[in-house]
């Protein structure tokens, strides 16, 4: 029987991919007491950095949202794995966001809500969570977004 | 009657604002233990981003370590919600400081100082951190520095 | 008597320098319960940053993996003064890469791989770990590469 997270998961539409290997020498997530610290997660999708480029150059703002929502659906794919079970998650403690971009941009915070909307609608208040965005110059692989989670778990 | 911290930050002419809602979807701070994880702050001064642009370009260091400093100060706006009382507050674990600058500069640790001086102005030998600082490519609201902060309270 | 860490850096040839001082108002590492929060480190070498530039320009990514590994024995040498003995380190939590890059830069991940991958051989499974890399616009001193730890310890 899924459990109440899962059944929000499916009431939003959202069917999460098997886990993928990170693309180099470190693990997915680490758990520390309590704490569920998960890797930094690009906006994969269907197996491929869906969202490449500059956002505010190449990529609009919009399109940043929905990639910073697929990378928090990535760490919460490696947070089921870590937690056994959704439910058990108490608490969304930190997102940090990293956005590609330009000397000029200047609307992180939108793109950024493409993740925190998301853990908002999927945990309720629990999905509240401490924020930590910024712009950089590059990313792995040329993705657009890259969004790093911390957990508390049951 | 005022704590030691406050009589501190009173000696310093330091007035903390009232905390003001982060400008998403998120939340100021989220206590974990006996940990305090507080988002990215920005350099907000009466309501608005007091520092903009480019360090080392538009902006001289100088006034990039007072950013920081009003960065720390909004830190501790946020803080002292989830302490309490600031006197509760054990260390100040970790400061994250983002500079926003081109591909020439390299005086990022001073720029940061003005958040790490007041740390320890402030908290005493309980002030001393560790910290990650970096240059990064843009900010929201083409703020000029932002900091984040890990604090451990009693 | 040298410990099973110990032996396994001999073994490596890795001979850790003696601890040196931030460069700025801030301590080397924080102890929080079990976790060891370690600075940012610079790819320091016999007292000077010895990878500067950006990587993907100046600097090929084979080097700044050398960058990152050498940064990665500068976390080493903190840990072991903050565990006491580095038999003690249980688990290397969680490593940060910052990559001094340019906007066409993509091999992050390959750069990191010279801290991962020595996490990995120094402390066997307890060495794996969560990870996130970004490439950024400058860093302190013009080092090429930044690398920050977060270690649980027994």
């Known amino acids: ?8 998961l499916i009431e939003l539409g959202i069917v999460l991919p098997a886990p993928t290997a990170p693309v180099a020498n470190y693990v997915p997530f680490v758990i520390a007491g309590d ?3 998960i890797s930094g997660q690009l906006p994969m999708l269907d197996g ?5 480029g500059k956002v505010g150059g190449t990529m ?6 929905k990639a910073c929502r697929q990378s928090f659906i990535n760490l919460l794919v490696h947070l089921k794995v870590a937690a056994g079970d959704l439910d058990r998650v ?3 403690v930190r997102l940090g966001g990293f956005i590609a971009s330009g000397p000029d ?5 939108v793109a950024m809500n493409g993740a925190s909307n998301l853990s908002v609608e999927v945990f309720g ?3 509240r969570h401490a924020r930590t965005t910024i712009g950089v110059s590059s990313l792995p692989l040329d993705a657009a977004v890259e ?3 911390m957990f508390r778990i049951a």
Chains 1, 2, 3 share one sequence.
């Open 48 to 52: 491929k950095v869906a969202w490449t």
């Open 125 to 127: 208040e629990r999905g």
């Open 60 to 65: 609009s703002v919009e399109e940043a949202a």
């Open 105 to 109: 941009f200047t609307q992180h915070a």
């Open 1 to 8: 029987m899924a459990g109440q997270i899962e059944a929000k």
């Open 35 to 37: 704490l569920v610290v």
């Open 90 to 92: 108490v608490q969304v």
């Open 147 to 149: 969004v790093e989670g």
